[in-house]
Each structure stands twice: as C-alpha cells, then as structure tokens.
C-alpha cells in the first residue's frame, strides 16, 4: 500500500497531536502516526507521575481546537498563585492581579494526550495510524517517505517530526543538534499530603537545585526534586518511609504532613536544540527540535506554540497556492518559532545557573532580582505573562482564532 499525503506526523504525542487537530477540516490531507496509544483514562485511576503546567497559551491552543473540553472532563487542577524563594528573596505571583482565573493547568501529559488523539481522530481529513510500527525513513531527494512494518510506505509533501527527543526522523533528515547535559537529574514524586486541593505551585532555589511542588486534583502533589546524579541514585534507592524521612526534613512546611509516597521516577536533565528546525519537505516540531531544562515548566508549552504556528503557516501557503513542502515556505514556521524558543531556553538557564549557584555576588544579584520582582509591578507583570505564554508573537489559535476561514 502506498498512500500520499499533504502533511504527514511522525509522533503522536501532545505535541503532534496538535499538529493534526490544527490542521483539521483544513483542504490538507493529513496523517498521524504513533507507535502506541496511551491507556484511556479513568477517575479512579491513581495521577501519572508524568504531569505539566499548562499556560494560558496551551489552553486556549487545546480550547481553540476543540480538545480543552475533553481535558476538563477528565482531571486537571488550576492553579492562581506561583511563589519563588530562596534564602533570602520570596516572590509571589497571582493572576488575580492581571485579571485571569489562572496562571496555568497542572494536568497528566497522558490526559491532554488522549484529549487531543481523540479529537483529532473526528476529523475527516487527518487519519490516525495507532499502533504503527516504522521500519524505515527514506529522505531522497527533499521528499521523506516512511516505511511501516506492515508495508505501507507512507510519503507527503511536508513529513513533521514529533517524535520526541530523540526523534528518528530528525537524525534521518540529517538535522543537527547542539546539546549539553545539566548533570543533574530531576526525580518527580507522587505524594499524598495533609492538605485538600492546592492552588499554588511553589519553587525554591538551593545550591543543589530548585524544589518544585505542582499540585493535583484532591489532597495529592507531585514533587520535583533537582539533584546530582548520584544524590537522585542514592534517594530512588530507598524505602518509601525512608525516602519519606528525607523528604519531611528536606523540603519546607508548605505542603501539610506528606502521608503517603505513591510514585516515584527520575529524569535526566539536558538541552539540545536543533541548528535548522526545517528542510526541505521536512519540519521539526516539540521535543525534536528543543528539549529544555523543565525547572519552569515550558518545554510541551512552547511545543505547543510550534505545533500552531506550523499548521497556521501550511495552511497560509496552501491557501495562496504556494507548494507547502518549499523551503521558502517552511523557513518562514522556523523564523517565526526558533528564535522564540531559544529566547526561553535562554531564560531558563539563566534562571538555572544563578539560581544553583553559592557565589556572593551572584547571590546579591539574584536576591535583588527577586526584590526588585517583588516590588515592581510592570516588571513582576510582564513575568507572569512570560510564564503564561502570553508574551512575543504568538499563532492566531493560542489568541482563540481558529485557521480555517
Ligand atoms: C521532569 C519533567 C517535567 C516536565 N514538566 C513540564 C511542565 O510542567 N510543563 C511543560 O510544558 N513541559 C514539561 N516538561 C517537558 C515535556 O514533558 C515535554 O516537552 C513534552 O512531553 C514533549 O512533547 P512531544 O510531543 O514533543 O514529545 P514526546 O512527549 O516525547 O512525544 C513523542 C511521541 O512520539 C512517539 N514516537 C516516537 N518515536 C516514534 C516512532 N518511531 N514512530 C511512531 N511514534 C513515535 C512517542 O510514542 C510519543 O508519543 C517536563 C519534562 C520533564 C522531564
């Protein structure tokens, strides 16, 4: 079997699954392949460990393409307030003064996943091919064509790669990265507290990294703890009471008494960001291009911003009879997002390096700049919308424009 199509995406994940549902009812025909499809989603399931903060930017990007509601109808916990401290600055962020109900959404990557899978699968012009094994990526003279286990070869004007991190089509192509480990390892950790729901993520910054807390729906939370390698090793080694103990002397009196540790996981830390998101009839999209340190909680948000303008700029070109696989085409989606996600990588590692840091005059620094968060109220403003996705230029669905006119 041998199918051609308009844009082909190689990944399902939340990132390419947005790429499907943006291009939906559009005159391209669209198909998304995944290697496996998540497990649906009941209430009386216990919370993944894999979970994100979700801006304003991604929600209204979900709403706008019809997979918000899903989300809601599942589980998700809003949250109002975000605070940021370290020995001697605090600094607390709340929507309420810029008039939202919510920084952001704390929801299970495999909640927003399926929310998206399912929607995109209503689309009569996007075919969803779950399970799909690819047995080769051929890239021969600016067309990619994928081979399928069963023996489907499957091509396409544009092939997107979603594939994550690693992404086999990103190293097919030949696009390159540049990359760096943080030698740290984040470990995420499901517990149940004292306290009912939360409305407030929390950070605070030590020299052996940041401590994060993300709320869940009903009296449950997911700590990150950033440490070195061989730290995080020794910690997964232990027995939950242990781990406990460590856990209650560690991390500050926010959180009511942690009763029970339901899960625990580690990630290692690293940056890459590819040099060239596009060639021609190939564009990188999520994980693939960037992977960014997770201490704020950006990496699937400015994915999500890929995946819309993307669709926006395809879309765009196809309805002014221009050939969507053209480099000239494909350049303008890599203007338009790569620079925008370096600016947050950026960001992030400043936020990183300072912040990890037990130098004096970076401590000064860093406490000033805190202070001066605090007291400013355009500046401490303009932050908030940052961490919102609300700031630079950005795709008409993450602005509640639909593409389709
Ligand atoms: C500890 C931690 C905390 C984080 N917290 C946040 C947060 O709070 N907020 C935030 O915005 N981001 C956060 N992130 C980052 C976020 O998880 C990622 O940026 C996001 O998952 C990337 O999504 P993606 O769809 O691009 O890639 P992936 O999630 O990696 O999805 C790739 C998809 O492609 C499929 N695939 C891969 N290869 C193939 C193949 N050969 N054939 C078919 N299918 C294939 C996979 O099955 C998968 O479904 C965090 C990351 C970590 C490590």
């Known amino acids: 079997m041998n199918e051609e199509y308009d844009v082909l995406i190689v990944g399902g994940g939340m990132v390419g699954a947005t790429v499907a549902?943006?291009?939906?009812?559009?005159?391209?025909?669209v198909a998304l392949i995944e290697q496996s499809m998540p497990e649906e989603f009941s209430p009386e399931q216990a919370?993944?460990?894999?979970v994100s903060a979700l801006s304003i930017a991604s929600q209204q990007i979900l709403q706008t393409v019809g997979a918000w509601d899903a989300v809601l109808a599942a589980r998700v916990c809003?949250?109002?307030?975000?605070?940021?401290?370290e020995t001697a600055g605090d600094t607390e962020f709340n929507s309420d003064t810029i008039d939202y109900d919510a920084l952001g959404y704390i929801v299970e990557n495999r909640v927003t996943q399926l929310a998206l899978l399912h929607r995109a699968e209503a689309f009569s012009n996007v075919e969803f091919l779950c399970p799909a094994t690819i047995k080769q990526i051929n890239y021969v003279a600016g067309k990619a064509s994928v081979e399928l286990e069963d023996g489907a070869v499957l091509s396409a004007k544009v092939v997107v790669g979603a594939d994550g991190g690693q992404s086999r089509l990103r190293r097919t192509v030949g696009l390159g990265v540049t990359s760096w480990d943080y030698q740290q390892h984040a470990m995420v950790i499901y517990v149940e507290t004292d306290y009912g729901q939360q409305d407030i993520t929390w950070q605070r910054f030590v020299p052996t990294g940041p401590q994060a807390f993300l709320p869940l729906?009903?009296?449950?939370?997911?700590?990150?703890?950033?440490?070195?390698?061989?730290?995080?090793?020794?910690?997964?080694?232990l027995s939950a009471p242990e781990l406990l103990v460590e856990l209650t002397e560690?991390?500050?009196?926010?959180?009511?008494?942690?009763?029970?540790?339901?899960?625990?996981?580690?990630?290692?830390?690293?940056?890459?960001?590819?040099?060239?998101?596009?060639?021609?009839?190939?564009?990188?999209?999520?994980?693939?291009?960037?992977?960014?340190?997770?201490?704020?909680?950006?990496?699937?948000?400015?994915?999500?911003?890929?995946?819309?303008?993307?669709?926006?700029?395809?879309?765009?070109?196809?309805?002014?009879?221009?050939?969507?696989?053209?480099?000239?085409?494909?350049?303008?989606?890599?203007?338009?997002?790569?620079?925008?996600n370096l600016k947050m990588?950026?960001?992030?590692d400043l936020f990183y390096r300072t912040?990890?840091?037990?130098?004096?005059?970076?401590?000064?620094?860093?406490?000033?700049?805190?202070g001066l968060a605090e007291r400013i109220t355009p500046l401490k403003n303009k932050v908030m919308r940052g961490a919102m996705g609300l700031e630079g230029r950005l795709p008409k669905l993450a602005k509640g424009e639909t593409l389709i006119s």
């Open 217 to 237: 729906t009903g009296n449950y939370g997911s700590i990150v703890w950033y440490n070195t390698p061989d730290e995080v090793r020794r910690l997964k080694a």
């Open 21 to 29: 549902c943006a291009l939906g009812d559009s005159d391209l025909r």
């Open 47 to 50: 919370h993944d460990l894999r």
């Open 345 to 348: 990588m950026t960001v992030m």
């Open 250 to 340: 560690t991390f500050p009196d926010c959180l009511g008494k942690i009763n029970t540790i339901l899960g625990v996981a580690s990630f290692p830390l690293k940056r890459q960001h590819a040099q060239e998101y596009v060639k021609q009839g190939v564009a990188l999209v999520g994980d693939a291009a960037h992977m960014i340190n997770p201490l704020a909680g950006q990496g699937v948000n400015i994915g999500l911003l890929d995946a819309a303008m993307l669709a926006e700029v395809l879309i765009d070109a196809s309805n002014k009879g221009k050939n969507i696989a053209d480099l000239e085409v494909l350049k303008r989606y890599e203007r338009l997002r790569r620079n925008e």
């Open 355 to 370: 912040f990890s840091n037990s130098v004096m005059p970076v401590r000064f620094f860093r406490n000033l700049g805190l």
């Open 78 to 85: 809003p949250f109002k307030r975000m605070r940021v401290w």
